[in-house]
């Protein structure tokens, strides 16, 4: 699937699958993810099977089952939410 035909078929997940990500898929997210911060300057981190880091209220409701996550991270710059706007919807699409 090219970018363009991702971007026509994305939507919103509110139910997540409690699958793992197999390690081929959390290689080509982590490699996707660290070519974003070399290119932006950016810190961003891919967590998988973690379940510490959502707070109790979004473990409830919202993001109930939520163990995969990319944190969005970079300096405090001009200029660096536009980067992590552009970054974080490359990623979504790329997965």
Do not use: C, W
């Amino acid at each position: 699937m090219i970018l363009q035909e991702a971007m026509a078929a994305r939507h919103t997940v509110r139910k997540y699958k409690d699958t793992p990500l197999s390690a081929e898929v959390v290689k080509q997210l982590n490699e996707r993810v660290d070519a974003q911060n070399k290119k932006y300057g950016l810190n961003m981190k891919l967590l998988t099977q973690n379940k510490e880091a959502m707070p109790a209220i979004f473990a409830k409701t919202m993001s109930k089952g939520v163990v995969n996550y990319i944190i969005l991270a970079g300096p405090n710059k001009p200029g660096v939410d536009e980067k992590l706007g552009y970054s974080s919807a490359d990623l979504m699409l790329y997965a």
